[in-house]
């Protein structure tokens, strides 16, 4: 706004003040801030800007904590006890213990500039996981990672639930592993791992949701103990465990699934027959259309020139049905969770 502009409207404020409207009101009417009207109208050259201020953050505060309180907060907020809360939940409880006296604001204030607000739960294992980053894991051949998850298959009653325990090769999609039960046990988990580690060798890690069986001390203790590293999506965050939830998709939309199981051993037998139906027949769209137990043997390339030379012979056959040689489809490469190679079919 133009200094003479302004000029103009002060003095009209000016006006309507004389007229007993008010400042405030005379200044609605006009449009412009109160605050420009006391400046302006008092003395319009007192404003000097500062040529080098001083940041907000770095004046003295009287009020602010000191050096010791800052650190005893940090302190109360890493504190095992708290390490599954949040931060106002920590505030209040550490206050109720007087352990802090500063006010909620300034506590997460605090916690924000140390980077101790979002998730703060922390691994039992000496930081094997450490906070929930995005998962970013790598699987370039069969046996580098397993993803595993629980999912549940209806039975004939509205209560009845059988829980699917259900572990996989993610670069090959080829089930490693799977029980039904009726609850999610660690013990079963446990089991579960260690015959098809007998069978198949252990992989170098393990990826699984936030389930509680997921992250029992007895599983991880065992993963770790066979040099198997576990990792885990975020809270909340499914698309970081494609793999497994393609396939329960997979399970749970195929035309024989059935709507709710008789019984236990119904569920159990359908899972088998199904997945070993999935294992040799399915062509899956992220393996070039070969089955996971051709990649999981090593036997797809065979597949793929078979399939190659049947291209050949018809293209001979026929080019007038072609634009150009046909090829089939390339074998997998590499995959992973959240890496720019994955893709789950």
């Known amino acids: 706004m133009a200094r003479a502009q302004q000029t103009v409207l002060i003095a009209l404020v000016g006006e309507l003040v004389a007229a007993d409207v008010g400042v405030g009101n005379g200044c609605e009417l006009v449009g412009i801030p109160r605050s420009t009207y006391y400046r302006i109208a008092h003395d319009y050259n007192h404003y000097r800007p500062v040529t080098n201020p001083t940041p907000h953050n770095n004046r003295h505060q009287p009020a602010a904590l000191t050096a010791p309180e800052r650190t005893t907060v940090v302190s109360v907020l890493e504190e095992d006890e708290y390490a599954d809360l949040s931060v106002v939940q920590t505030y209040w409880r550490a206050f109720d213990s007087e352990k802090v006296d500063c006010s909620e604001r300034t506590f997460y204030r605090i916690a924000a500039s140390q980077g101790l607000v979002?998730?703060?739960?922390?691994?039992?294992?000496?930081?094997?996981?450490?906070?929930?980053?995005?998962?970013?894991?790598?699987?370039?051949?069969?046996?580098?990672?397993?993803?595993?998850?629980?999912?549940?298959?209806?039975?004939?009653?509205?209560?009845?639930r059988y829980r699917l325990y259900l572990a996989i090769d993610v670069f090959s999609r080829y089930p490693v592993g799977w029980r039904i039960e009726y609850n999610e046990s660690s013990d079963?988990?446990?089991?579960?791992?260690?015959?098809?580690?007998?069978?198949?060798g252990a992989p170098r890690?393990?990826?699984?949701?936030?389930g509680a069986v997921m992250r029992s001390d007895a599983l991880v203790t065992s993963l770790v103990e066979k040099n198997i590293v576990p990792t885990y999506s975020r809270p909340r965050v499914s698309d970081d465990?494609?793999?497994?939830?393609?396939?329960?998709?997979?399970?749970?939309?195929d035309l024989n699934c059935p709507h709710h199981f008789v019984d236990i051993d119904h569920a159990r037998t359908?899972?088998?027959?199904?997945?070993?139906?999935?294992?040799?027949?399915?062509?899956?769209?992220?393996?070039?259309?070969?089955?996971?137990?051709?990649?999981?043997t090593?036997?797809?390339?065979?597949?793929?020139?078979?399939?190659?030379?049947?291209?050949?012979?018809?293209?001979?056959?026929?080019?007038?049905?072609?634009?150009?040689?046909?090829?089939?489809?390339?074998?997998?490469?590499?995959t992973g969770i959240n890496t720019n190679l994955s893709q789950t079919g």
Request: proline share 6%; hydrophobic share 30%; net charge positive.
């Open 270 to 296: 359908w899972t088998t027959e199904f997945l070993h139906r999935y294992a040799t027949e399915h062509r899956h769209s992220g393996l070039g259309r070969h089955t996971p137990h051709e990649v999981h």
């Open 205 to 210: 890690g393990v990826h699984a949701d936030n």
């Open 118 to 160: 979002g998730d703060r739960r922390r691994s039992k294992l000496g930081g094997l996981v450490q906070h929930r980053s995005k998962p970013i894991v790598h699987a370039g051949d069969v046996g580098e990672l397993w993803s595993w998850d629980v999912t549940e298959l209806r039975g004939p009653r509205t209560q009845d």
């Open 188 to 200: 079963l988990a446990v089991e579960m791992f260690a015959r098809a580690v007998e069978q198949f």
């Open 298 to 334: 090593g036997i797809a390339a065979d597949t793929q020139h078979r399939r190659q030379r049947a291209l050949d012979r018809a293209y001979v056959n026929h080019p007038e049905r072609y634009r150009s040689r046909p090829t089939a489809p390339d074998l997998p490469g590499p």
């Open 241 to 253: 465990n494609p793999f497994s939830e393609s396939l329960f998709k997979t399970i749970k939309y």
